[in-house]
């Protein structure tokens, strides 16, 4: 089992910036990616950002957040970031931390949710 705790979540002007923090335990060694949805209400949950254990240099990036949004992972591995710059209204939503089991096709493990909300 894994076990994802995600923090940082708040309230911020629209500009503004917050990193999210999500901090992983468990049997790890079966994850292969981890990665940051999230859902606004009224609307299906989307991936925003991931990143390969393994290769973090291999990232992802949802068109709406790239070079605003930025994933990093910490040395050993047990920690994951979500770097959000010059937010916007729109980015509003639950952020949830996932992680994906190498050879699983979806993502297996989520946390509860952070609450992002982002204020004109």
């Known amino acids: 089992q894994v076990q994802l705790v995600e923090s940082g979540g708040g309230s911020v002007q629209a500009g503004g910036s917050l990193t999210l923090s999500c901090d992983a335990s468990?049997?790890?060694?079966?994850?292969?990616?981890m990665g940051w949805y999230r859902q606004a209400p009224g609307k299906e949950r989307e991936l925003v950002s991931s990143?390969?254990?393994?290769?973090?240099?291999?990232?992802t990036y949802a068109d709406s957040v790239k070079d605003r949004f930025t994933i990093s992972q910490n040395n050993a591995k047990t920690r994951v970031y979500l770097q959000m710059n010059s937010l916007r209204v729109e980015d509003t939503a639950v952020y949830y931390c996932?992680?994906?089991?190498?050879?699983?096709?979806?993502?297996?493990?989520w946390g509860q949710g952070t609450q992002v909300t982002v204020s004109s």
């Open positions: 996932a992680a994906l089991r190498c050879g699983s096709v979806s993502y297996d493990y």
């Open positions: 990143i390969y254990r393994d290769d973090t240099s291999t990232t």
């Open positions: 468990g049997s790890l060694w079966r994850i292969c990616r």
